[in-house]
């Protein structure tokens, strides 16, 4: 199937490692222009290079040091992106601050990053949306946002608010055919991730948590990727307003 990526501009923020780092890749790989963002200036060089060897500079790649949870950097960075791009057609929050504590600054972590982190990137980037005939935006949410588990703290929260909010931008925002939906990932495994972390410093939880994935495995990166490429292309020009819950049938309560 071509998902028509070709030539499009997309912004990814996190996207030097895990699923953020998956979807820049794939994106870039079908054509698409791509700009990531992350804290370590380092990781962010590497990446740009890495993604330009491997579309053979054929796409257009940027990034740079930024702070979600920093709005007005953000907002700066996302309008520098538009201009370096000549547009944006696609825009992906993706990144989070994982807190799982139940402590005031966990709280904090979570609402500035997560949930203003995208509310903050999603003002910025829609006038030029709206000015693209194939303008999609998608939120990284999570399983801990629609089932009680261990995360069900200010991480399962605000992963929830996303939903919600996804939802009302896409009812909000479809006169102007711009697309909204969410992605939300099951357990998912990378060398560095959280999972990783989790096998080495917390084995019960993990041995007890890989148990409940019915397919005997976690999730790639890759896996969670090709879903939100396809989810943000045009290919899935009707969808709007949808989680799209990618966990192996991790979860098992209906979704209504």
Not at 10 to 17: E, I, P, Q, R, S
Not at 171 to 183: D, E, S
């Amino acid at each position: 199937m071509d998902l028509k990526l070709k030539g499009l501009k997309a912004l990814v923020t996190g996207g030097t490692k895990g699923i953020g780092l998956a979807i820049a890749q794939t994106l870039a790989a079908e054509g698409a222009d791509v700009a990531i963002c992350a804290r370590d200036s380092a990781a962010v060089e590497q990446t740009v290079a890495s993604l330009v060897q491997l579309t053979g500079g054929a796409v257009k790649v940027t990034g740079a040091s930024v702070d979600v949870s920093n709005a007005p950097a953000l907002q700066a960075w996302t309008r520098e992106v538009a201009a370096q791009l000549g547009g944006l057609d696609i825009v992906i929050a993706n990144v989070s601050a994982l807190s799982i504590g139940n402590d005031a600054e966990s709280w904090r972590k979570e609402f500035e990053t997560d949930l203003m982190g995208t509310v903050n990137l999603v003002d910025a980037a829609l006038p030029f949306l709206d000015a693209s005939t194939a303008a999609s935006i998608i939120a990284i949410s999570s399983v801990s946002g629609r089932e009680i588990d261990f995360a069900a703290g200010p991480y399962g929260t605000f992963k929830a608010a996303l939903i919600h909010y996804m939802q009302g931008l896409a009812y909000k925002l479809a006169p102007k055919g711009i697309r909204a939906n969410t992605v939300s990932p099951g357990n998912v495994y990378f060398e560095g991730g959280v999972w990783d972390q989790i096998e080495k410093n917390d084995p019960k939880l993990f041995a007890e948590s890989l148990a409940l994935n019915p397919g005997g495995r976690m999730a790639r990166p890759q896996e969670i990727a090709n879903m939100v490429a396809f989810v943000a292309s045009p290919a899935a020009s009707f969808v709007s307003g949808a989680n799209v819950v990618v966990d192996g049938a991790l979860t098992r309560g209906v979704q209504l």
